[in-house]
Structures are given as C-alpha cells and as structure tokens.
C-alpha cells in the first residue's frame, strides 16, 4: 500500500501570507496527486490534480509542484475563504488520502 | 450540475448490515467510475471503494470481504452493502464521482454524506 504524509498538520497565517502545505508518499506516485480542500460541515472539494493542474473555477492563487515523492500545494496569497483543511489523494495504486492540514488564523 | 444525494444511513450493532445507496444525476452516470470515501467523526478521509463503468469493484484492504459495491446504471443508482459491521466503520459516508480518462479515481463530485453509527 502507498501511505501519505502531509506537512504540517496545522498551520496558522494571516490573510495575505503565502502557504505551503507539503505531501510526501512512500513511493513514487509519478505525478498521480489530487489536493482537496474540506470546510467545516461542508463535504471535500477538488482542487488540483495531475499534481499541477488546476479545477475548473478554482482560483489561481493555488498551485500545486512535484513528482515523485514529494509534492506541494502553495497558496500565493492567502483570502478569508481559504481557512479550511487540505488533502492530498493519490491515485497511482488504488486511493490513499492523506491525514490533512488545516489551515487556520494566526 | 452535477448532484449526488446519499441515503440508507443509520444506527447498526456491531455485526449488523447496512446498504447505502446514492441517487446521481445531472450526468451520465453509466460513463463513469463511482467511489465511496469514508470519514469518522473529527478525522480525515479514508476510501473505501469504487465500482468502474463497466462494473469492476475494488475495495480498502479494511473493508474487503465484508463491503460490496454494486451499481444500477438503469436507475443511476450506486449501492454499497455492508456487513459484519464495527465500531470502526462508523463514518460520514460520502458518494464520490470519478473523473474521466486517468482520472477515473479522482473524486470531482462529492454528496453531502449519509452518517453510519455502529454502537450496541
């Protein structure tokens, strides 16, 4: 089985801020990543996959990098309504999520 | 528009059966890879299984043998049997779309979940 790791598993920051959240798997995934995000009460919403690519109508202040093993979701400059928890999915062998970072006010 | 709406959801004692359903619409439904991910109260997503167009299941090694996921592409209907069910498996199950070509196992819709209670 391919496990997920993410990095950090909270991290607090002011609007404005640039976030990185990092996912590491425990073999190569090539670029077979998806990254969602999940609001409180709310079900998980795609954001990017193919490790790069991004959703229809997903603002462009997310990005995602990587290959391999190691992979990062960036948030250019962080807005109110992105507080929310991310993971990070892969789909190279079956499905694994990963634990998840949550993304909160400083 | 894509919706999907799940239902069958309850309380259930340990060992007990449940079957989930999930109605689909606003798409077509027998073109696509149907999924169900799972999350217990307060913690993160875990899949569970997922059904090709064709009808060709796959399962989690921590429900295999006891799940089993069907479909009704007459009906635009998902199903996910459950059995010999524990404490474990209670979860927030939701109904997930599959996208098309090699992202058939990314999930690009999502209901709003049907909840799972097992406890005596």
């Known amino acids: 089985d391919i496990q997920m790791a993410q990095s950090p598993s909270t991290l607090s920051a002011s609007v404005g801020d640039r976030v990185i959240i990092t996912c590491r798997a425990s073999q190569s995934i090539n670029t077979w990543l998806a990254w969602y995000q999940q609001k409180p009460g709310k079900a998980p919403k795609l954001l990017m996959y193919?490790?790069?690519s991004l959703e229809s109508g997903v603002p462009s202040r997310f990005s995602g990098s990587g290959s391999g093993t190691e992979f990062t979701l960036t948030i250019s400059s962080l807005q109110p309504d992105d507080f929310a928890t991310y993971y990070c999915?892969?789909?190279?062998?079956?499905?694994?999520f990963g634990p998840g970072t949550k993304v909160d006010l400083k | 528009e894509v919706h999907l709406v799940e239902s069958g959801g309850g309380l259930v004692q340990p060992g007990g059966s449940l079957r989930l359903s999930c109605s689909a619409s606003?798409?077509?439904?027998?073109?696509?890879?149907m999924h169900w991910v799972r999350q217990a109260p307060g913690k993160g997503l875990e899949y569970v299984s997922g059904?090709?167009?064709?009808?060709?299941?796959s399962y989690a090694d921590a429900v295999k043998g006891r799940f089993t996921i069907s479909r009704d592409n007459s009906k635009n209907t998902l199903f996910l049997q459950m059995s010999s069910l524990r404490a474990e498996d209670t979860a927030l199950y939701y109904c997930?779309?599959?996208?098309?070509?090699?992202?058939?196992?990314?999930?690009?819709?999502w209901g709003q979940g049907t909840l799972v209670t097992v406890s005596s």
């Open positions: 997930v779309k599959g996208g098309q070509g090699d992202m058939i196992m990314v999930a690009d819709s």
């Open positions: 606003g798409f077509i439904f027998s073109n696509c890879a």
């Open positions: 059904i090709s167009s064709s009808g060709s299941g």
């Open positions: 999915q892969q789909y190279n062998y079956y499905s694994t």
């Open positions: 193919k490790a790069s």
